[in-house]
């Protein structure tokens, strides 16, 4: 070992620094702790909001409602809420993307009816999901959230609606105890941030038992409540198929709507097609039609399915008896029309997040036509007019395009009091949300929503029972986000 | 290797570090710390400032830690890292005050503060926690994320450095 010599030490002791206190303080140091952590507690509500413009209405009225109760190991050491800081921004947008994909785990790529707990670790590292999991770590993100998912499940379709992050869905074919999904952290900030980046790291076989999560950090354990209600699984969105035919008789066209109801598609066409779909395990099949010959192409959405199938007599003579005359029965009772030419097949068949284009802003004129729908009457205002306080709060980097409101006009007493802004690029959604709960109070409804910025408040007590939380605010929510998804 | 150091490195790997471990090492190592913590910021009370943060952060951090090193290389690890972010962040208004009141003195060039803060950040990381914490070559190494070799060399390096610049042979 190299031995620092005499001069040098020399020089080290002269140059040593000696602070006021010889011994330290360790109260001050618990006092420092404890006001970093109270800092970093969540509301409760504003979390609900945020999970709200998330992933949409629906789970956020779901937690509201009670259907999930949170528990954690980590309970907050001390009780008083301070101001956020920009800690506490981050680790609130991490804390709610990996909820928010739990959340998105159950409603869309799982039998909601099945779902017996969801467990989520904020952030881990690629040596711990591998002593987890198994395998090398070279073959795991370097950082993730992670998100389990308890059944156990029996999956015998490809259900559910997979639209948000299609790479992690359909949940495959067969009998399951969990399925783990891996959040990757995502650059992107804003409502549908962060769902694309969810990935399946495992699906752990029937009888398997439980991943050991408390070995990758912090475990956030949810419990689902109540279990197997059908009711839920009869709320879930399940598509829209096209099919169509070539036949010697002519070509035809006909569109199906699938409705899940009692353990199965409504819909002879749609249940049929689904469990074709399970039985060639072939959650995404993208096939070009012959060139001749009898064809049926079908194209669409059905459940976590997505594709253009095409059944040939030839292709269909593979399928069990039983089946085979489910489909050909099913096909043969659609109501169908002639047409001449061949529509084009489903586009971004494996990943239909690609055909959604994420860079179009909205007009303020769009957002005063959805305003007005709830009969807000709201108009726009020059930028110019704009309080101060306001526009202290708008984070910087960002222009003003628009702005609206019906301030001054009698809906305001009977429909509430809306305040719209529109930039010429999507803000960031924390420091908005925040910045703008800061200066208006929790009673306030805060909607930043792609490259839209609302606020409302109900003023009338009855509306405003629930405290941010009225129909009317997540009817703006609702159809904003409407909006701003169908660019 | 401290008595602390061998206590902890034989504890067995555990869920997260208890409160009173964390204080005993604050406790028995304060003088420690603020002296490497000082003069990797180049300031007392920054340094102190510093200690504080990073036992402050251990603390809330301490379900984290894994055991698979020792503790103490873990809160030195964690105090080094407060120390290094204190001395980069810029100074506080009412710091640029103090030093707008202060005589516009610039330190000499040959005083020991000077010559020390003249070393490149690992070396001098290095040299203040070999000299004023008394921690082997392995625990630096742990401290630093550094292999224990990298810890020897860049230890002999600035040595040579100063030696150089002390007798003059530099300039």
Redesign the interface.
Known sequence: ??E??A???E??E?????????????A???E??Q???SGLRIPVRGALLAAALLIGLGAAAQAKTGVFSFSTD?PPLHDSTRRPSTHLTVRMRRTIRVTGAAYSGIIGTLPRNQVSGISTVNMTTAARMAQVFGGEASRYPDRAGVVLVEGPFSISLYLQGCKRIPTACPAPIGRWAWFAYAVLPSPRTGPRAGLPTVRTLRAGPAGQPLPDL?LL??VTAQTYIPRGDPRSVARQHQGQITIVSQRRSGLTISRVKCKWGQGGYTERACQAIAEYAAFLREPRPDEPHPSRGSWTRVSGVIGGWRGNLIVTPARLADAPPALRGRISGALAALPARPITRIPPPLKCVARPDLCVPHTAVVDIRQVIAVLNHHGLDAHTIPVSEIPAQYRAAIPKGLTLTGAATNAGLPAVARRGYVFSLTFDHAPEFMPTYVAFRNLLGPDWGIFPDANVLTVFHPFTPEAGKHRGHNNTGFAILRDLDRLTGER | MSVLTERHAAKPPS?GASLADI?AV??TQ??RF??VA??LC????L??DA???G???A??AR??YRGGGSLESWLWRIVVNAAHSAARRPRRLADVHDVEQAPAVSPEPD???A??SELPERQRAV?FL???AEL??RTIAAVLDMQVGTV?ST??AA?AT??RR?TGSDS
């Open positions: 070992m190299t620092i010599d001069h040098i030490a020089l080290l002269s140059a040593r620094l000696t602070p006021r206190d010889a011994e330290g303080d360790w001050d140091v618990i420092r702790s006001r970093r952590q980590h408390s950090g912090r | 869920e204080e604050y406790r304060y003088a603020v002296a000082a003069m180049r300031d007392a009370e340094g102190r200690v504080q943060d036992f402050a952060g603390i809330r379900a984290s005083t020991g503060l010559l020390l040299l070999r000299y004023y082997d070559y020897g230890a002999n040595l100063l030696r002390m």
